[in-house]
């Protein structure tokens, strides 16, 4: 079984979407999408910004790992009347189907970083990317106190066993020099690489923050898995009432809903000439500068 795969299908991260539209939105429109633009949204899920980078006008690409995102994702852009945006199940350490230099723009807003190997993400992420072309990734960051997410997973990880040896938090994904490594492992030069701080709002006009806690707790396989490891210690409620005070905290809504800001960090990607399409070859041999 793929612990990875199954983690995200345990849910339905849909329920979790619903809270992120608008911000989606605004990301997709931060990204220069021009009409046409071929591109390739990694982890997408149901589709919170490959749908509005759709709706602008490019040639989108959807690829997850849960099929049930998957599905939703397709449903949603039948919907939409979408006829330039397909979604298909895949794995962002083994793009296998993709051929190298596809996507004028590779773009993962919170997906991408929760796959079990990074190294071999950012290899895929430039491979398939043109040259001349960009990737594009929103990364929570460890350890930012301004950061719902990262506090949701640091405070679920608090009574959670410790995870098997091997395993690479997904949260290193935030941390600068993790990046440039990751890239440069890619064949990358550190020029081409930058990181800017950005503000994504969980928002909802109906439902309270301890609402969006108990979604979480209902529909998000890690803080699904969270809670099962609390029960176990006899520490479920300490757990709820440590997250719903969190979320309170961190809450900027004047209504008594759901407007919760996380800072997350936009890494972005110049992607140059390379010469081969074995991911696995030494970079120094990939570039060409
Ligand atoms: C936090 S959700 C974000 C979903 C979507 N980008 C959004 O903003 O609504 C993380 C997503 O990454 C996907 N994912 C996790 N590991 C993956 C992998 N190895 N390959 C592809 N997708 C993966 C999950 O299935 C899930 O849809």
């Known amino acids: 079984m793929n612990a990875n795969k199954a983690l995200w299908e345990k849910g339905n991260f849909s329920e979790i979407a619903a809270y992120m539209r608008d911000a989606g939105r605004e990301v997709a429109e931060g990204l220069g999408i021009k009409p046409g633009m071929k591109v390739l949204e990694l982890g997408c899920g149901d589709g919170t910004t490959a749908i509005p980078i759709a709706e602008l006008g490019a040639e989108v690409l959807g690829v997850d790992i849960a099929s049930n995102l998957v599905a939703a994702g397709n449903r949603r852009a039948a919907q939409a009347g979408l006829t330039n945006i397909r979604f298909q199940e895949g ?39 043109k040259p001349g072309g960009k990737v594009v990734m929103g990364n929570w960051i460890p350890g930012d106190k301004t ?20 395993f690479v938090s997904p949260m290193l994904w935030g941390v600068e020099a993790q990046i440039v490594e990751r890239f ?20 909802s006009d109906e439902k309270t923050p301890e609402d969006f806690i108990d979604s979480l707790r209902t529909w998000y396989g890690p803080t699904m898995n969270a809670y099962e490891a609390a029960r176990e210690l006899g520490k479920e409620d300490d757990l709820h009432r440590e997250l719903v005070e969190m979320a309170n905290s961190q809450n900027r809504s004047e209504n008594g809903r759901t407007s919760i800001p996380a ?9 140059s000439e390379y010469v081969s399409a074995n991911p696995d070859i030494e970079s120094s041999q990939q570039i060409v500068l």
């Open 184 to 203: 440069q492992a890619a064949g990358v030069p550190v020029s081409n690489i930058s990181t800017e701080k950005g503000v994504f709002t969980f928002v």
């Open 147 to 166: 950061s719902f997410v990262s506090l949701l997973l640091q405070i679920g990880a608090s009574y959670t066993p410790p995870p098997p040896v091997g």
């Open 263 to 271: 800072t997350y960090l936009k890494v972005s990607v110049r992607v």
């Open 91 to 129: 794995d962002a350490c083994d793009l296998k189907d993709i051929p190298d230099d596809t996507f004028d723009l590779t773009h993962s807003c919170f997906g991408a970083m929760f796959a079990p190997d990074p190294v071999a993400v950012a290899k895929e992420m430039v491979r398939v990317t």
